[in-house]
């Protein structure tokens, strides 16, 4: 149990075009998923919390604008990256967070997305 | 400030050697802890973590970790490791009640034949 899929898992696309990357918590509701940006060689980088029905949370220094995120329903959370650039190129994953559980603050990591921008 | 270290950037050793990463966090009260195991371009897989309870855990593929509170440390441990051990590891903490992980740098592990 507790599988998270990413969709999809490369894209490559051209600059100024807009991406769109989903998240989906297969056997699980999840009521809390985070997006992370990884470079190459680097550790996980938070982008944003998402909640279920609500507007994201977003870290210090990341456009919410440019990386804009929908988590509509208990099991699905998009990313669109829009008009992408060069410099987006990364490798973009996702987690969630199982409904409940007080006190258990484990994720279950999607197995990434790697996105090139040209 | 709050932070999460992984001193270790790059560890080489022998097949069949035993390991130990090294795993470091700043946070005043004990938060929950995490070890990761990320193969190449892959996502994150969870070896283990630590809650409460008994300060040594045992987690998949035949790694253990160990919370020294004192140490404010949680070190990786692995008696033998196999060729397919080969990967990149992170530590995490979550600080109590918060949502967020916090990550360390990664420590790339390379088995030499």
């Known amino acids: 149990g507790a599988v998270v899929s990413q969709h999809p898992s490369w894209v490559i696309c051209k600059s100024g075009t807009s991406v769109k990357i989903e998240c989906r918590s297969l056997?699980?509701?999840?009521?809390?998923m985070f997006w992370y940006r990884q470079f190459p060689k680097q550790s996980l980088m938070l982008m944003a919390t998402?909640?279920?029905?609500?507007?994201?949370?977003?870290e210090q220094g990341v456009e919410k604008d440019k990386f804009l995120i929908n988590h509509a329903s208990l099991t699905l959370s998009t990313l669109t990256v829009t008009s992408a650039h060069p410099e987006d190129s990364s490798f973009y994953i996702c987690s969630a967070r199982r409904r409940i559980l007080a006190g258990n603050n484990e994720q279950f990591f999607g197995p990434g997305t790697r996105l090139t921008v040209l | 400030a709050q932070s999460v270290t992984q001193p270790d950037i790059h560890i080489t050793v022998s097949e069949g050697a035993s390991l130990e990463l090294r795993c470091n966090y700043s946070?005043?009260?004990?938060?929950?802890l995490f070890w990761y195991v990320q193969s190449p371009g892959q996502g994150l897989q969870l070896l283990l973590k630590?809650?409460?309870?008994?300060?040594l855990v045992q987690g998949i593929k035949g790694f253990e970790a160990e919370f020294k509170r004192s140490q404010s440390s949680f070190n990786l441990r692995k008696p033998s490791v196999h060729w397919s051990d080969a990967a990149e590891y992170f530590c995490a903490v979550a600080p109590e009640g918060a949502q967020k992980l916090v990550f360390g740098q990664g420590t790339r592990l390379t088995i030499n034949p």
């Open positions: 056997d699980f509701q999840a009521t809390t």
């Open positions: 630590y809650f409460s309870g008994d300060t």
């Open positions: 998402s909640n279920e029905g609500s507007k994201a949370t977003y």
């Open positions: 946070y005043g009260a004990t938060p929950y």
